[in-house]
Every structure is written in C-alpha cells, then in structure tokens.
C-alpha cells in the first residue's frame, strides 16, 4: 500500500437521517489524522458498475459541521441493483460484481468504507472477499435490524419523528373520540414501533416479533374507552401480519414491493369490533428525511472516525458497532447473523407491559 491512501466512502441501501454526519467524520479523520485522499462513490456500488466510474473527491471543504446535520446522503443511495443480480432492462438478472470490482480497481483506493444495512452489509461481503478488497461497514438504518450493534445510525431520528406523530395524534384522537392508528416503518422489526409508541404514551402497539388478535386488542380498546379516556392512539408496525397471517404488501409501478397497508386492514377490523371511528396516518418516508437528532449525528461521528482508524490499523472485514456505551468492531458477518429483533425479554417489551400498554397478545 501507499503510504499516501487512497479511501473510498459509500452509502448502500435506504437512506436515513445521519448519513452525512459519518461521510464527514471520515473525510475529517482521513485527511486530518492521516493525511489520506477520500473518493465519494456515488449511489452506492452502483457508482463502481457505471463507466465512467461515479465519484467526488471529498475534501475538508464538503465536510462542515453544516453537512453532518443536513439530511439524506450528498453521495445518493440505492436499495435497488445487487451487483450478483442486477436487474437488465429485458427483465433478466446478471451478476455484474466482477465491473464494481474492477471499477474498484480503476479508481486506485487502498480501502473502502460502506454505510448500509444488514442485506448491504451481506453484499458488500460477498463483494469485498470475491474482490480482496479491504472493507469496514458502518451500521444505518431506521429499522435498527443490523446485528451486534445496540445502534445503528437513523434510528433515533426516526423514533423521533414517530414520537412526534403520536403527540400530534393524541389531541385530536381526544378531540373526537376516535381510535388513531399510526402505521410505521421497520421492516421485519419492530424497534420504531416499540420505541416511539412507549416514549408518546400509545394505548396499543403491534410488532412483527408478538403476533397479535384482534379481539384483545379490541377489548383493551373498549376498556380504555369507558374506563379511562373516550378514545385510543394505536402504533402498527408495518410488517405485523393481518389475521390471515399476511403480511401486507404495495406493490409499485417500476417493480419491487414494501411492507405496507396493515394500518388500514387494522382500522376497519377494530371498528368492526369495537363500533369505534377510526383514522389512520401512514408515516412512511418522513421517518427517514430531515435533520438527524444529536444522537444521530453523534453515533456517525464516532462511527466514522473508528471506521478510518481500523483501515489505519489494517483491521478489514469488520462492522463498527456500538455496545455497552463503547464503539467497537466485531466480523462483518455479525452485521447479518442473526438480526437484531425484538425478544421477548426486551427492556421495552417489560416496560410497555409494566404500563399497561397492550401489545397484542394479553
Ligand atoms: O429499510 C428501511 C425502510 O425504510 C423500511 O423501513 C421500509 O420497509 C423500506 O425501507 C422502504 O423502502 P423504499 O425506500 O424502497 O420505499
């Protein structure tokens, strides 16, 4: 290697508030500490596929503080396109990793730094060994899936942004007697659920990891209208299953489908049961966009500072993560095996219960 490197930086997968916040880190920490070079790979592995190969050198300029609490990824992102089947325009599937590999080779970099999910993290492994190309994963999502690490950069924004929907739900649910339903974002989890119906003070909340029946979530509502307060806030997690054990689905125009619609199946089945006037708010997007919170930014920081400093120390194949209120790096397969769901022992699952909060199953 070089004793001047040559880094490449990528966000992989959905974006999520606090991806500029590591970019910067570890332009900062590259040039400052170790007097590197840092090239920003556009949307992802995509960048390396197209000829030319897609990139911006990044220099101390870009990386302000102003960047690190601006929203979305100045390098763009795709959730779309795995280099071992990436989606032709006759509708076939072809493994194109040995471009990005080369694409890789063309642009010279002595390592690469990839901020993305767990199914992100699992391609970029596979890309990384087929390539030997040295690697360190840092951990985002909203989802909060990723494996081994108690945080992944996003989370609490959205959390944040859920919260403040329950708040806002709340007053007008009380306003006119009626049953809210929130519906969020978390893919197979149900982190964002949990959290932000805890911290707004839900009635129910329904997550993928606790099947749910529909008439004790009826009676708790029933009971809580004539006992407590005349109506009820519900958060539904977007992958929990309908009572035919569906999970449900949008499918969209250009291909592809995501998790969504349960808030409504859930609103119709609990004024069936209950005789209650429902609304229903899907979240969607809006938990990703926007500024990061302080956490946010924080956690990208010290995520992309550690991530520059293990490619320093040689330290490849590694996911930076946090645990027990330290950055550390564990194998890069952790990030994917298993994911971080939600067990039923959960410090949340206990204290939602120790509330009164209904979650479905009790
Ligand atoms: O993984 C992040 C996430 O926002 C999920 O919570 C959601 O199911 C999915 O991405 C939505 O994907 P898209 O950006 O393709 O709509």
């Given amino acids: ?178 049953v809210m339903i929130l519906e969020v974002m978390g893919r197979d989890c149900g982190h964002i659920a949990l959290a932000a119906g805890i911290a707004g003070g839900a009635d129910v909340i329904l997550i993928p990891e606790i099947p749910y029946d529909i008439d004790v979530v009826a009676a708790h509502i029933t009971k809580a209208r004539h006992v407590g307060h005349s109506f009820a806030v519900v958060v539904v997690a977007e992958a929990v299953r309908d009572k035919t054990g569906e999970r449900s689905q949008l499918k969209h125009a250009l291909g592809g489908t995501t998790y969504g619609g349960i808030g409504y199946v859930l609103g119709d089945a609990i004024t069936a049961k209950t005789g209650a006037e429902t609304r229903v708010t899907v979240l969607g997007h809006v938990q990703r966009g926007g500024q990061p919170t302080w956490d946010d930014r924080l956690t990208g920081s010290a995520f992309g500072v550690y991530a520059v400093d293990l490619i320093a120390e040689g330290k490849f194949d590694r996911l930076v993560a946090w645990q027990n209120r330290r950055v550390v790096d564990v194998p890069l397969t952790a990030a994917f095996e298993p994911t971080h769901a939600i067990c039923a022992d959960d410090v949340l699952v206990h204290t939602a219960r120790g509330l009164s909060i209904c979650l479905g199953d009790e």
């Fill in 1 to 178: 290697m070089s004793p001047t490197k040559t880094i490449g930086v990528l966000t992989s997968g959905g974006d999520c508030a606090g991806l500029n916040a590591v970019i910067r880190a570890v332009v900062t920490r590259a040039i400052l500490g170790y007097g590197w070079r840092v090239l920003g790979l556009h949307q992802g592995l995509r960048g390396l596929m197209r000829r030319p190969v897609q990139f911006t050198p990044l220099d101390l300029q870009t990386a302000t503080p102003a960047m690190a609490r601006s929203g979305g990824t100045i390098l763009g992102t795709t959730n779309r396109g795995d280099p071992f089947a990436f989606p032709m325009p006759d509708g076939s599937l072809k493994d194109r990793s040995e471009e990005v590999i080369e694409g890789y080779r063309m642009l010279g970099l002595d390592g690469l730094i990839g901020i993305g999910g767990d199914g992100s993290m699992a391609i970029c492994r596979h890309l990384t060994q087929q390539g030997n190309i040295p690697f360190v994963g840092v951990p985002k999502t909203i989802d909060n899936d990723v494996g081994a690490t108690e945080n992944s950069v996003g989370y609490h924004t959205a959390v944040m942004v859920a919260t403040e929907a329950v708040d806002r739900l709340q007053p007008t649910a009380a306003s006119h007697d009626r």
